[in-house]
């Protein structure tokens, strides 16, 4: 893991603990936090603020969001979405305001975020690298690109990135414990058999068994 901003991020204690966290930022270091569970809407806000703002040093965060589908900023809901399935079971469809593609997202999701100051094009890159190496480290041999982390045709980790002026924002999702047909009942047909859902999308953990 030799890019630029994961040479400078200090990972504060074990995730398991669930708190929020933040290593001191004199030396210019990377502020790291923990996250457990939060209100969905609040955690978008916190992606959609951050690039605009332009973080005075890099911040990572790890954090997890309570049932819900999250659509990328030019996605329309009718064509990405199952709303029948969603409104039927009380699960939220909201929109985020980096690209990439529809997830759905639970506790047995794990999201990984990363924001820098000015626009940084590479960003997205070094958070699926980082991605990459924690599935390496099961035994695992994932390839990271554009799309996403693969480990074979089966993709585990998506990614998304906004970038601006003043900031940048790069995101990864990682299916820790959430089926894979959880993840595709509240999203449309269209996406059976693609990589949003169905049969390519797994957990790590599965595949290393």
């Given at each position: 893991m030799a890019g630029r901003y994961q040479r400078r991020c200090k990972t504060p204690g074990r995730p398991g603990?669930?708190?929020s966290r933040r290593t001191g930022s004199g030396d210019g270091s990377a502020r790291s936090r923990w996250r457990g569970t939060g209100d969905q809407a609040a955690n978008l806000r916190w992606k959609r603020r951050w690039p605009?703002?332009?973080?005075?040093?890099p911040v990572l965060r790890v954090w997890q969001n309570a049932s819900c589908v999250v659509i990328g900023r030019a996605q329309r809901p009718a064509r990405e979405v199952n709303l029948a399935a969603c409104a039927a079971s009380g699960v939220p469809v909201l929109r985020r305001a980096?690209?990439?593609?529809?997830?759905y997202q639970d506790l047995g999701n794990l999201n990984i975020s990363m924001a820098v100051p000015g626009r940084a094009p590479g960003l997205a890159a070094e958070v699926a690298a980082l991605v990459a190496a924690v599935i390496a480290g099961l035994?695992?041999?994932p390839g990271a690109g554009e799309r996403g982390v693969f480990v074979g045709p089966a993709k585990v980790s998506g990614l998304a990135s906004q970038l601006t002026r003043d900031g940048s924002l790069a995101h990864a999702t990682l299916l820790v414990t959430t089926p894979a047909a959880r993840v595709g009942a509240f999203l449309t047909h269209r996406h059976v058999g693609g990589a949003s859902s169905g049969r390519f999308a797994a957990q790590p953990g599965?595949?290393?068994a």
């Open positions: 603990r669930h708190r605009r703002a332009g973080p005075r040093t980096s690209g990439g593609g529809t997830v035994g695992l041999a599965d595949l290393a």
